[in-house]
């Protein structure tokens, strides 16, 4: 898939919190974590879960 974000950062999933709309991601990227807020039907379809690799999109 291209994207035209270019802050596009490697990482590793920490941990997924499951509410009952919302899922909080946390992702370690380098020495950081950064944590976002997705609906938990895209956490669910991405197959979110802690150690997949992932990049982090923030545009």
């Known amino acids: 898939m291209r994207i035209s ?4 950062l490697p990482g590793t999933v920490q941990s997924v919190k ?4 919302m899922a ?18 895209a956490a669910e379809s991405l197959g979110l879960e802690p150690g997949k690799e992932v990049i982090v999109v923030i545009k």
Do not use: C
């Open 5 to 8: 974000a270019r802050n596009q």
């Open 18 to 21: 499951y509410g009952e709309v």
């Open 24 to 41: 909080e991601v946390t992702v370690r990227v380098g020495e950081h974590q950064i944590v976002s807020a997705i609906t938990r039907t």
